[in-house]
């Protein structure tokens, strides 16, 4: 579940959790390619990512993922649904000051 603005399109990444979702359990699964000998092969396992990218290596889908994740923990507001259930009726956007929030 993923928490969004509704004024002014400000989101952050969906909530995290030490057992489910989190950055580090996400990124794991990279890590056998990471360290197999096919890193530096013509990344093909995601046509639409492909697409969007253009040609690109294993090694440099595995540490643009990086980057985005260590991006996303910067901007994340409310980490964990248990933070936001605590703190969503004085909430306000981070963006716009707005209290207009909606989950997907
Ligand atoms: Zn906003």
Redesign the pocket.
């Known amino acids: 579940m993923y928490l969004y603005?509704n004024?002014?399109g400000?989101e952050q990444d969906d909530f995290y959790s030490s057992e489910g979702y989190n950055p580090a359990n996400y990124l794991k699964d990279w890590m056998k390619q990471l360290c197999s000998n096919d890193v530096d092969k013509q990344f093909t396992d995601d046509a639409e990512f492909v697409r969007e990218n253009g040609p690109i290596s294993t090694r440099e889908v595995i540490a643009r993922e990086l980057e985005k994740f260590a991006q996303r923990i910067r901007e994340m507001k409310w980490i964990t649904w248990e933070h936001w259930k605590k703190e969503r009726d004085t909430a306000v956007?981070p963006?716009?000051g707005?209290r207009?929030f909606s989950i997907d």
């Open positions: 603005c004024s002014c400000w956007c963006k716009c707005r207009d």
